[in-house]
Nanobody
């Protein structure tokens, strides 16, 4: 199984920045898709960004394009989400996810999930 550990959430003022990190372990198969999702109470989990660990291609939700950047750290199974120009609408629990077969922004494409890290913009 893949284990995912997130870090970096917190409280930030509007217009500020935060960086989330996710360390994945337990997978030795090579290619993996790593993504960030977010969820607020009463709403569905929303795909924010994803990166293919082979090749590094990225996809972003329209709501974060130009503000968020997903990237791989030196260790390929570590992914960061740099979030800039944060607004109250970005307040949510952010989850790291890993998928083996697919690489989109649909929740159903991901097999493994972290515990989540809270981001509050206020």
């Amino acid at each position: 199984d893949v284990q995912l550990v997130e870090s970096g959430g917190g409280l930030v003022q509007p217009g500020g920045s935060l960086t989330l990190s996710c360390a994945a372990s337990g997978y030795t198969g090579g290619r993996m898709c790593l993504a960030w999702f977010r969820q607020v109470p009463g709403k569905e989990r929303e795909g924010v960004a994803r990166i293919d660990t082979v090749g590094g291609s990225t996809v972003y939700a329209d709501s974060v394009k130009g503000r968020f950047t997903i990237s791989q750290a030196n260790a390929k199974n570590t992914v960061t989400l740099q979030m800039n120009y944060l607004g109250p609408e970005d307040t949510a629990m952010y989850y790291c996810a890993a998928g083996i077969m697919w690489c989109g922004l649909a929740q159903s494409e991901y097999d493994y999930w972290g515990q989540g890290t809270q981001v509050t913009v206020s």
